[in-house]
């Protein structure tokens, strides 16, 4: 049952990412005026966070002793910063204001991936420490390891579908972020649940 449920978390996980994406590229574009632009910035810093966490973070899930507790701490992580980038992207309104020549592309660029490269780091993380909490011997580690990736690209998928479609439509785009960051601190309390009874 833990393992069924290390796997819905990190179909939530994955979904949550794909939401944020979308959501903070519908923000991006409002403050670039430019959907070209917005697109490069999310892409480049939410690839360059994924590999930057998954590296920094090998080691730390190989000697964790709770791989659970673990990805329990990444989700809170994820979700606190969801719930609170509304106000880093007034910020960044105001930067796009004070550089609204295209001269200024590059500097409105630094900043957006300044204000986003936490969270995608924190989201790359999760791969290896849910590896370690999931995969069970080296015998299973092909079977696990694509059980896992096929799960999280499950969630991956229905998040951008759930956000274009029936998310932002209906909620808006500020709610629709309040979601994603609601589905990853239940994500971290369920994780931490199970993390403490182990």
């Known amino acids: 049952m833990n393992r069924k449920l290390m796997l819905l978390a990190f179909a939530l996980s994955g979904m949550a990412a794909l939401i ?32 930057l966490g998954s590296y920094l973070f090998r080691n730390r899930a190989d000697n964790s002793k709770n791989p659970i507790l673990l990805f329990s701490l990444l989700e809170f992580g994820i979700g606190l910063y969801g719930l609170m980038i509304i106000p880093v992207f007034g910020f960044l309104s105001t930067v796009y204001l004070l550089t609204s020549s295209s001269g200024y592309k590059l500097f409105q660029f630094i900043f957006s991936f300044i204000a986003i490269i936490t969270p995608a780091v924190l989201i790359g993380a999760t791969w290896p420490v849910v590896s370690k909490a999931y995969v069970r011997n080296v015998e299973t580690l092909g079977n696990d390891s694509g059980m896992l990736y096929s799960m999280n690209s499950l969630g991956s ?6 956000a274009g479609f029936v998310l932002i439509p209906i909620l808006g785009i500020t709610n629709t972020n309040l979601f994603a960051a609601c589905v990853n601190m239940f994500i971290a309390f369920l994780m931490f649940a199970k993390g403490r009874m182990r």
């Open 20 to 51: 944020y994406e979308v959501t903070w590229t519908r923000m991006l574009r409002l403050i670039f005026g430019s959907t070209v632009y917005a697109v490069s910035a999310i892409l480049t810093t939410f690839f360059i966070g994924f590999a």
């Open 157 to 162: 998928f229905t998040g951008p579908i759930a």
